[in-house]
């Protein structure tokens, strides 16, 4: 079966960089575009990222342009969130996502899900 497992969540001071990992297995990795999600308490889970299947394309929210940065190790069935100058706001439930070929802002549209890590940021 499907399994995508994150890591690398923490507790952190706004302004330091954080990387998050979600090692996938039991799909072709390298056919599936990924994406990466969070949930703030009491909200709907957003979109944060997505990387195309081969990696040639990437999207990201406009809140976290710029700081974030989505890439993916086909090798290591790996997806990675590089996140740097943190804030407080960033705090959530990060989940990586994986739908067949090509990424999209949708949740709706992934097919399958992690269980999330849990990014906390301090003032």
């Known amino acids: 079966q499907v399994q995508l497992v994150e890591s690398g969540g923490g507790l952190v001071q706004a302004g330091v960089s954080l990387r998050l990992s979600c090692a996938a297995s039991g799909l072709t990795f390298s056919g599936y575009a990924l994406g990466w999600f969070r949930q703030a308490p009491g909200k709907e889970r957003e979109f944060v990222a997505f990387?195309?299947?081969?990696?040639?394309?990437?999207d990201y929210a406009d809140s976290v342009k710029g700081r974030f940065t989505i890439s993916r190790d086909n090798a290591k069935n790996t997806l990675y969130l590089q996140m740097n100058s943190l804030k407080p706001e960033d705090t959530a439930v990060y989940y990586c996502a994986a739908r067949w070929h090509s990424g999209t802002y949708r949740r709706d549209e992934y097919s399958y899900w992690g269980q999330g890590t849990q990014v906390t940021v301090s003032s």
């Open positions: 990387i195309n299947w081969n990696g040639g394309s990437t």
